[in-house]
Each structure stands twice: as C-alpha cells, then as structure tokens.
C-alpha cells in the first residue's frame, strides 16, 4: 500500500506529476464483460481524507473496510491524507489521469467536489460512506440514523450517572453532529428526567489538547460521563478521563477505541463506515453496483450500533439490569416504536415517559 501526503505547495508545483501510480494508465478503465452482461471492474483505489490515517477516526475506520475489499478482491488501495476540500477536485483529476477508477470520500466535506467530478468522469466511480449523494450513476453513497445509537448511548449513561450531569462533545455543529448530540440527549432524558446534558465542540477533528481542555472542563463541572464524537480530538477526553480517575468516565465512537483506553470507556456509539466502504467496493468489484439512490442505516440495517467495553471488569460494574434495559429499547428503535430525535426541532417535540 503506498501512502502519500499532499499539499497545496505540491498541487501548486505540479498536477501532472503530482503522483507516480507505477504501471497504472489510462483514465477510469478498467472493465471486463461477465456472462450475466455485467460487468466485472479491475479495481484501482485511491481512498482521500483531510486529516491523517492512525488518528482514530472515522477515516480509519473507512480505510479498515476498503482494506479489506482491497485484500479479499486483489487490488492496489492508495492512502491520500491532508488534502483539504478545496484541493480535493484537483487531488482526484490527477488520480484519474494516472488509471486510478474508484475514489473513497470518507468525509462530507468532499460532497461538493463529487458532485462536480462524477458527471465529469462517468466510467470513474466515487464512494461517499458518510454522506448522501443522491442522482449521480456513478456514485455510491450512504446516510446514517447516528441518532439511534446515540439514544441508546444516552441511555445508558442515563442509569449509570451519579451527577445527573452528563456532556456531548462534538467537532462542529453540522446536520450529522446534530444527531449525535440531539439522539444523545433524549436517550438521557428518556430513562433520567433529572440529568442534564451539556453540548459542545471542538471546532476542529484533529485536536487533541482541544479534546482534553473541554473535558477536564466539564469533570469540573461534575459531569461524570461525557460521550464524544469528535474524531481525534476523542483521544484528549480519554486521556483526561484517564488522569483524573474516580467518577470522570467517558464513551468512544468510532470503531469503539476501547482499546486506547480500556479502563475507562464504558461503552461506544459507532458508525459503521467500514462495513459501508466494503459492501459498495464489493459491488463494484463484483460488477453488482448500482449508483444514484443513497442508501439509509440505522441499527435495523446494522450500520450503527452501541458497543459496551471490552473490559470485562469494567463491564461488571454496568448493572445487567440496566443493559437489560438499554437493549429493550434498541428492539422498541429497530421495531418503530421509538423514533429518535435527530433535529432540534424533534428533540423539542419529543415525548418522553411520563
């Protein structure tokens, strides 16, 4: 696997020789006729985040599912970090023109540049895991209820704060951050009227001193369980859960990061942008694809789901009675019972026991 790191002084530099795909030519080809009609793609992939790989992301998480496309299908996987959104639609233009046929956009920050390339490369084929891109052929996107794992996250929470003060933490305010933070907040509320949540964030996905200043911020407080979803700044919330001890607890997100922090991370909300990325790099390989509808997952589907720790000391001290408890309302989500909030506006006209 070959990784690369571009920046603007090299997109400036030079497009044409911006990257050397040894023996890879021509532009999105790549195909083969099956008997079925279909047609069987020869996969060469290149998968582009803003930040870096190894951060505990959600961009590691994607890498893990098209890693193991790459190693089940035989195809050459390229890793390019630190490109930016605005760099991005020159970044893919020199991929393409050095053979590369399938992109991976793990974050919704590259929607605006698939939109302008995939009309503009039809036979290339571009995979956003984590953001809905409706219309476009060539295109293969997903969109996530993150709302219902947070529920059940905030449920546990819920039963298991001594405070009645819990915290969110997450990276920005966007329309997927919301549901976090408002799925989050009903499950809280759904088992506790009493506790309260604080929201906030980061302002950045790379952070980690950021991460850990907030944190501390809110142990100060009294909260004693914070949930983040804020990519890499996740890891300075661990670290000060992990110094400060006692009652200052914390959750992961991503595939779980329970092992960054085993003693301390009770349980995870994630998103399962891995299984995404593998399933829509299969189809391609395979020749099932089909492009254009943006596909929903939510725990139903299994694209979301609350993990508990690994841990089994840690585990022990979560009453069964109390998981007992979140998992019948995981069964109520995936039956419609329960239809969890993921807007302000749906958080407020909620309805909650009485």
Not at 138 to 163: D, I
Not at 211 to 230: F, R
Not at 297 to 326: C, S, W
Request: with cysteine; glycine share 10%; hydrophobic share 40%.
């Amino acid at each position: 696997m070959k990784n690369w790191k571009l920046g603007k002084r090299i997109l400036a530099a030079s497009l044409a020789g911006l990257l050397c795909l040894g023996g890879l030519t021509g532009c999105g080809g790549g195909e083969e006729a099956k008997g079925d009609g279909e047609k069987k793609v020869q996969i060469k992939a290149a998968i582009v985040v803003s930040g870096g790989f190894g951060t505990q992301s959600f961009s590691d998480v994607a890498l893990a599912g098209c890693q193991k496309a790459a190693d089940e299908f035989g195809f050459e996987l390229n890793k390019i970090e630190k490109v930016s959104a605005a760099d991005a639609a020159n970044t893919a233009r020199s991929l393409i023109s050095q053979g590369i046929n399938v992109i991976i956009f793990p974050a919704d920050t590259y929607q605006d540049t698939i939109k302008e390339l995939a009309p503009e490369y039809p036979d290339v084929y571009f995979v956003s895991p984590d953001c809905a891109i409706p219309d476009l052929e060539n295109v293969a996107s997903a969109f996530y209820r993150e709302q219902e794992a947070a529920f059940l996250l905030g449920a546990l929470g819920g039963k298991l704060t001594k405070s009645n003060k819990l915290a969110f933490i997450g990276s920005n305010s966007n329309v997927i951050m919301n549901r976090f933070d408002y799925g989050f907040q009903a499950g809280v509320k759904y088992v506790n009227s009493r506790a309260t949540v604080t929201s906030t964030q980061t302002g950045s996905y790379t952070d980690v001193n950021k991460g850990k200043e907030i944190a501390n911020m809110l142990y100060d407080q009294g909260v004693d369980y914070i949930a983040p979803a804020a990519a890499a700044c996740n890891v300075g919330v661990f670290q000060a859960s992990s110094e400060r001890g006692g009652n200052c607890w914390t959750f992961g997100a991503a595939d779980g990061q329970f092992h960054l922090m085993p003693d301390r991370i009770v349980a995870s909300q994630v998103k399962r942008v891995d299984n995404t990325c593998y399933r829509f790099l299969k189809e391609i390989a395979e020749g099932s694809f089909k492009g254009g509808t943006p596909v929903e997952m939510g725990l139903k589907e299994e694209g979301v789901d609350l993990l508990y720790t690994t841990n089994e000391t840690l585990k022990a001290t979560i009453p069964q009675e109390t998981i007992d408890q979140v998992e019948a309302l995981r069964k109520d989500v995936i039956d419609g019972k329960i239809k969890v909030p993921a807007t302000k506006e749906e958080f407020d006209s909620f309805q909650f026991p009485a």
